[in-house]
Nanobody, 116 residues
């Protein structure tokens, strides 16, 4: 079965950096685009970044452009989100998502807190 396991969240000061990882299993990882989303209390889940199956095409929410970088390692079945210049408003639970055979699969999420 499809499994997505995020890691790398934590508490960081404003201006700091974190790298999130999402380890995937149960499907042919290299064949599918992957995405990172985030959601805070009382907010809708929003798309942060996506990457094509080969890693060549990426897209970002305007709020994170120039600060976040999505990448993937198909040999390791892992997608990453490098987050730099973090702001308090980036505080959220971050989820990775795969759409496999028209079904959305989500990880359990990892908490990112940006505070001094």
């Amino acid at each position: 079965q499809v499994q997505l396991v995020e890691s790398g969240g934590g508490l960081v000061q404003p201006g700091g950096s974190l790298r999130l990882s999402c380890a995937a299993s149960g499907f042919t990882f290299s064949a599918y685009a992957m995405s990172w989303y985030r959601q805070g209390p009382g907010k809708e889940r929003e798309l942060v970044a996506s990457v094509s199956s080969t890693g060549r095409i990426t897209n970002y929410a305007d709020s994170v452009k120039g600060r976040f970088t999505i990448s993937r390692d198909n040999a390791k079945n892992t997608v990453y989100l490098q987050m730099n210049s973090l702001k308090p408003e980036d505080t959220d639970v971050y989820y990775c998502k795969a759409n496999v055979a028209r079904v959305d699969y989500w990880g359990q999420g990892t908490q990112v807190t940006v505070a001094s």
